[in-house]
Structure formats: structure tokens, C-alpha cells
């Protein structure tokens, strides 16, 4: 092969490397095709492990109250709220309050919203209510807006 015939087939090879618009186009089409069937698929997932969680904090809260119950003969006070859970509230006998508390501390909602207590309850027969108000973080609503709360 001579030189000029060599370097005419590397200036082919050269010219025909890389891909065109039209394959990076139909690549990129395909990539958010996939990209969202994913994200139809994956996102109501979170929103049933937020629920579960706030399910699962609510009776741990609700635990947590029936011990304080125990021990102090009563539920705390709405004023005294949750937070009676984790320090001992002023007026309660000292001797009587679990060393350490009831929790460690009392956490928000999966959606960053402070967990709701009422002493005497209304929608729980009478004792207690703790609840979260869901993911709008105001009362009521349906699906992932509802109340989650001891009364289920």
C-alpha cells in the first residue's frame, strides 16, 4: 500500500468515528423514557414508607404514654404535651419519673412537622390522642394528606 492510499484510509476511518445527531438524539430519548418509567414507579414508594413511619412513631409514642401513665398515674397534661416523654415536667414528683425518660427526645413527623398530643382525646375514646397531621400538615384531608394518629 502506498503512503498516499494509507493516509487516505485513516482520513475515512477518522471521518466515520463518533456518532451522529440523530443516534445521540434517539440515545437520549430512550435514557428519559427509562428515566421516567422509573420515577412513576419509585415515587409512591416514599410516600408509603413516610406513613409507615409516622405509623410506627405514633404507636412508639403511644407506648412511651402508656409507661408514663404507669408510673405517674396519669397522661401528661396538653400544656405539658410531649415533651413530659423525654424530661420530667414541673410538678411532677420527681421520684416517680423513669431516670432517662420515656424517650430520648421527641422527633418531627416524617414531613418535618411536629407530632400533635391531646389530653383527654377525642377521636381515640377518651384517653389520649397523638397524631400527625400528614403530609399537607394541616387537619383532615385524604391519601397522604390524611391524619395518622392512635385512633386507627
Same mark, same amino acid.
Given at each position: 500500500?502506498?503512503?498516499? &492510499?494509507?493516509? &487516505? @484510509?485513516?482520513? =475515512?476511518?477518522?471521518?466515520? +468515528?463518533?456518532?451522529?445527531?440523530?443516534?445521540?438524539? *434517539?440515545? *437520549? #430519548? /430512550?435514557?428519559?423514557?427509562?428515566? @421516567?418509567? /422509573?420515577?412513576?414507579?419509585? +415515587?409512591?414508594?416514599?410516600?408509603?414508607?413516610?406513613?409507615?413511619?409516622?405509623?410506627?412513631?405514633?404507636?412508639?409514642?403511644?407506648?412511651?404514654?402508656?409507661?408514663?401513665?404507669?408510673?405517674?398515674?396519669?397522661?401528661?397534661?396538653?400544656?405539658?404535651?410531649?415533651?413530659?416523654?423525654?424530661?420530667?415536667?414541673?410538678?411532677?414528683?420527681? @421520684?416517680?419519673?423513669?431516670?432517662?425518660?420515656? /424517650?430520648? =427526645?421527641?422527633?418531627?413527623?416524617? $414531613?418535618?412537622?411536629?407530632?400533635?398530643? +391531646? #389530653?383527654?382525646? @377525642? =377521636?381515640?375514646?377518651?384517653?389520649?390522642?397523638? #397524631?400527625? #397531621?400528614?403530609?399537607?400538615?394541616?387537619?383532615?384531608?385524604?391519601?397522604?394528606? +390524611?391524619?395518622?394518629?392512635? $385512633?386507627?
Amino acid at each position: 500500500m502506498s503512503p498516499e &492510499t494509507e493516509a &487516505t @484510509t485513516t482520513d =475515512r476511518r477518522r471521518k466515520q +468515528a463518533g456518532f451522529s445527531l440523530v443516534e445521540l438524539m *434517539v440515545v *437520549v #430519548f /430512550i435514557m428519559g423514557l427509562l428515566a @421516567t418509567l /422509573i420515577i412513576v414507579n419509585v +415515587a409512591p414508594v416514599g410516600d408509603r414508607s413516610r406513613v409507615t413511619k409516622a405509623r410506627a412513631d405514633v404507636a412508639n409514642l403511644e407506648n412511651a404514654l402508656e409507661q408514663y401513665s404507669l408510673d405517674l398515674y396519669t397522661y401528661p397534661s396538653s400544656e405539658q404535651g410531649l415533651a413530659a416523654l423525654s424530661a420530667p415536667p414541673p410538678g411532677v414528683d420527681a @421520684t416517680l419519673y423513669r431516670p432517662g425518660g420515656y /424517650i430520648r =427526645r421527641v422527633q418531627n413527623d416524617p $414531613w418535618g412537622n411536629p407530632y400533635q398530643y +391531646a #389530653f383527654p382525646g @377525642t =377521636r381515640s375514646g377518651g384517653r389520649f390522642d397523638v #397524631f400527625s #397531621f400528614g403530609a399537607d400538615g394541616k387537619p383532615g384531608g385524604e391519601g397522604n394528606d +390524611a391524619d395518622i394518629g392512635n $385512633w386507627e
